[in-house]
Antibody
Framework: QVQLQESGPGLVKPSETLSLTCTVF????????WGWIRQPPGKGLEWIGY???????NYNPSLKSRVAISIDTSKNQVSLKLNSVTAADTAVYYC?????????WGQGTLVTVSP | EIVLTQSPGTLSLSPGERATLSCRAS???????LAWYQQKPGQAPRLLIY???SRAIGIPDRFSGSGSGTDFTLIISRLEPEDFAVYYC?????????FGQGTKVEIK
């Protein structure tokens, strides 16, 4: 069984960069894809992108110019960076296992974009 | 991108009743790669169904999925108190992956 835990600042200023880390506990890190999904308060789910342990990535075109997902296999961590944030980027950010369906999720972390 | 439209937006039912949730895609979902998730307040989504009709590990058999092409259905045969939640469909046959807007199943 794998467990995922997101961490990072809960408050980011407009125009700055949102940075989150997902730490994966379990023995399946190097054989899986790892994705990020977000959910604005009271709204639905939006797929951000995913990364394979080899470093290959796939991003949502709506965010592609601002997003970067990276991986640190030595720490079992996946990172998300989203630059030039606005209030519209305020959301709960989830990391999840898989690049198709998502069978394991972190608990999510709320990131608020505000001055 | 493939737009998924879920209906109804809200379903008001009593425990023991049958729930039928619909997910319609703007174009055919490749390989019928369609999943369903359940989300309760303050929690992450939980995978119920993948590949249109396969139940995820630990999901009771009162949950069933069906469909193909552009029309998909999630049925909860007899609602239990813990089933009242929001349900999302997701397609993963094409990129970008997309989710429906959700159907809330509430207690009548």
């Amino acid at each position: 069984q794998v467990q995922l835990q997101e961490s990072g600042p809960g408050l980011v200023k407009p125009s700055e960069t949102l940075s989150l880390t997902c730490t994966v506990f379990g023995d399946s890190f190097s054989t899986n894809y790892w994705g990020w999904i977000r959910q604005p308060p009271g709204k639905g789910l939006e797929w951000i992108g995913y990364i394979y342990y080899s470093g290959n990535t796939n991003y949502n075109p709506s965010l592609k110019s601002r997003v970067a997902i990276s991986i640190d296999t030595s720490k079992n961590q996946v990172s998300l960076k989203l630059n030039s944030v606005t209030a519209a980027d305020t959301a709960v950010y989830y990391c999840a296992r898989g690049h198709h369906d998502h069978r394991d999720w972190g608990q999510g972390t709320l990131v608020t974009v505000s001055p | 991108e493939i737009v998924l439209t879920q209906s109804p937006g809200t379903l008001s039912l009593s425990p023991g009743e049958r729930a039928t949730l619909s997910c319609r895609a703007s174009q055919s979902v490749s390989n019928n790669y369609l999943a369903w998730y359940q989300q309760k307040p303050g929690q992450a989504p939980r995978l119920l169904i993948y590949g249109t009709s396969s139940r995820a590990i630990g999901i009771p058999d009162r949950f069933s999925g069906s469909g193909s092409g552009t029309d998909f259905t999630l049925i909860i045969s007899r609602l239990e108190p813990e089933d009242f939640a929001v349900y999302y469909c997701q397609q993963y046959g094409d990129s970008p992956r997309t989710f429906g807007q959700g159907t809330k199943v509430e207690i009548k």
